[in-house]
């Protein structure tokens, strides 16, 4: 996850939607899960977190990636660009892509099975390099 030019560091949870999906009904959590097709639809559900700059502890920043422009609107310029360029980066969309993929293999090609977690970066946690997210960011 990016540190932006000015320092600040931005970083992008799925532990609220991780939440939802195992509180709701498992049919309407697979018809959620279906609708995830593409890197970018992930980022109505990417809970930006930021970090305390006199601490460095991490807090929701009441926003969703999707949103991340309505809530940079008094960043510099250099910060906007910055996150803007990684959000597009190959390696955050095929970050993107492998949680979906990892959602839907739970949810539509296991039906029935409770949501793992935490997240698991690569397949289901019994993969040989399944690397466990943080309880907080992704």
């Known amino acids: 996850m990016p540190i932006l030019p000015s320092g600040r560091r931005v970083e992008f949870s799925l532990d609220r939607f991780h939440a939802l999906l195992r509180q709701m009904d498992h049919d309407k959590a697979q018809a959620l899960a279906a609708t995830l097709q593409e890197p970018d639809d992930l980022l109505y559900v990417l809970d930006a977190v930021h970090f305390g700059l006199a601490d460095g502890e991490p807090y929701f920043a009441d926003y969703v990636a999707a949103d991340w422009r309505m809530a940079a609107a008094e960043w510099s310029s250099a910060d906007r ?4 360029a990684w959000l597009a980066s190959d390696e955050a969309r095929y970050s993107r892509a492998e949680a979906i993929r990892y ?28 690397v466990e997210g943080s309880r907080l960011r992704q």
């Open 103 to 130: 959602i839907r293999s739970l949810l539509l090609e296991r039906p029935g099975r409770a949501l793992a977690f935490p997240y698991a970066t690569l397949g289901d946690m019994g993969h040989p390099r399944a």
């Open 81 to 84: 660009a910055a996150l803007e």
